[in-house]
């Protein structure tokens, strides 16, 4: 009798920095990586859409545990919005429900002006086509019913917004931002103050803190790579480890007793006070434990921890 041949997958942990290409789902994306790197587990941090491209971090093994890390950051898009037209997604993906002149003789200098005003906190209504929930279902499950409810406006912080390109009837904007913003709402509204409509025709995620300026790598050269060579072992040159996904919070080093104390759940007392909500924890071999919330002023207890590979 012929039986299949189950393949063992690999035990590994780091993250990977994905340039995601546009038309896939992060999922997608995601089930493709895990296969060429022949993992057990893995899972993605900030999903995104399928029109949308770049930074797609993919966490292996024990970096799962810290995705909601990165979920929590700011983060860097591009994005070109093209004016005089209102799409039902506020993306080219969906069918134009409006349309209005574009303004006329906009300058880039008007344009920055009008970019400035969206600087800082500002309150921002998610779209109809977000995860949210509304009495036990997703918005975008009631948008593809056809079904409209109103939300409320949730605050949101823009760091930095610069223009990068104004052509006839589009523009091009970098914009750094807090989580949860909807950057097809931004542009939506950046559009409104300029007395007409529009909606995104390109999205891309340059960076996530901490990873600014960090190399990407395409799903195309992992798959040359395998197609090359089929060792998924080459491809481990590509993972980051865990702790560069943690690089704001504050160190503590532990002795050996002190660091398997804390890989068995335990507190551990520290000379001084304990000032920071979270910090990372490392032994004195510089071996990342995982990271750490004070009980007291003066103990500390593992909140996530690595559990060593033996």
Same mark, same amino acid.
């Given at each position: 009798?012929?039986?299949?041949?189950?393949?063992?997958?690999?035990?590994?942990?780091?993250?990977?920095?994905?340039?995601?290409?546009?038309?896939?789902?992060?999922?997608?994306?995601?089930? $493709?990586?895990?296969?060429?790197?022949?993992?057990?587990?893995? %899972?993605?941090?900030?999903?995104?859409?399928?029109?949308?491209? =770049?930074?797609?971090?993919?966490?292996? %093994?024990?970096?799962?545990?810290?995705?909601? *890390?990165?979920?929590?950051? +700011?983060? *860097?898009?591009?994005?070109?919005?093209?004016? =005089?037209?209102?799409?039902?997604?506020?993306?080219?993906?969906?069918?134009?429900?409006?349309?209005?002149?574009?303004?006329?003789?906009?300058?880039?200098?008007?344009?920055?002006?009008?970019?400035?005003?969206?600087?800082?906190?500002?309150?921002?209504?998610?779209?109809?086509?977000?995860?949210?929930? @509304?009495? %036990?279902?997703? /918005?975008? &499950?009631?948008?593809?019913?056809?079904?409209?409810?109103?939300?409320?406006?949730?605050?949101?912080?823009?760091?930095?917004?610069?223009?990068?390109? !104004?052509? &006839?009837? &589009?523009?091009?904007?970098?914009?750094?931002?807090?989580?949860?913003?909807?950057? $097809?709402?931004?542009? &939506?509204?950046?559009?409104?103050?300029?007395?007409?409509? %529009? @909606?995104?025709?390109?999205?891309? $995620?340059?960076?996530?803190?901490?990873?600014?300026?960090?190399?990407?790598?395409?799903?195309?050269?992992?798959?040359?790579?395998?197609?090359?060579?089929?060792?998924?072992?080459? /491809?481990?040159?590509?993972?980051?480890?865990?702790?560069?996904?943690?690089?704001?919070?504050?160190? /503590?080093?532990?002795?050996?007793?002190?660091?398997?104390?804390?890989?068995?759940?335990?507190?551990? @007392?520290?000379?001084?006070?304990?000032?920071?909500?979270?910090? $990372? !924890?490392?032994? +004195? *071999?510089?071996?990342?434990?995982?990271?750490?919330?004070?009980?007291?002023?003066?103990?500390?207890?593992?909140?996530?921890?690595?559990?060593?590979?033996?």
């Amino acid at each position: 009798m012929n039986q299949k041949i189950k393949h063992k997958r690999r035990h590994l942990d780091g993250i990977l920095l994905l340039d995601k290409p546009k038309g896939m789902t992060s999922n997608h994306a995601l089930q $493709r990586v895990k296969r060429l790197f022949n993992a057990e587990k893995a %899972g993605h941090s900030g999903t995104l859409d399928p029109m949308a491209t =770049g930074m797609l971090p993919i966490c292996f %093994g024990e970096a799962t545990k810290f995705a909601g *890390q990165l979920l929590d950051k +700011d983060k *860097q898009y591009q994005f070109t919005c093209k004016l =005089g037209e209102k799409t039902a997604t506020g993306d080219e993906e969906g069918e134009i429900i409006e349309m209005c002149s574009p303004p006329q003789n906009l300058t880039p200098e008007k344009l920055n002006n009008i970019l400035q005003q969206f600087i800082g906190e500002i309150a921002q209504v998610p779209p109809m086509v977000s995860a949210l929930h @509304h009495n %036990g279902k997703r /918005l975008y &499950e009631l948008a593809r019913e056809g079904i409209e409810v109103e939300r409320k406006p949730r605050l949101i912080t823009i760091s930095a917004l610069t223009l990068d390109h !104004l052509g &006839e009837y &589009e523009f091009t904007a970098t914009v750094t931002c807090s989580k949860g913003t909807y950057v $097809r709402v931004l542009a &939506e509204d950046i559009a409104q103050k300029l007395d007409t409509a %529009g @909606h995104l025709t390109m999205l891309r $995620r340059l960076a996530i803190d901490p990873f600014i300026d960090t190399p990407m790598v395409s799903l195309e050269t992992l798959e040359t790579m395998i197609n090359n060579d089929p060792n998924p072992l080459q /491809l481990d040159q590509f993972l980051y480890p865990i702790d560069h996904a943690l690089t704001d919070l504050p160190i /503590l080093t532990f002795n050996a007793i002190d660091s398997d104390r804390i890989l068995h759940g335990q507190r551990i @007392h520290i000379e001084g006070t304990l000032e920071y909500p979270l910090y $990372r !924890l490392y032994s +004195d *071999q510089n071996q990342f434990l995982g990271i750490g919330a004070p009980h007291t002023p003066t103990s500390i207890g593992p909140k996530r921890i690595i559990q060593p590979r033996i």
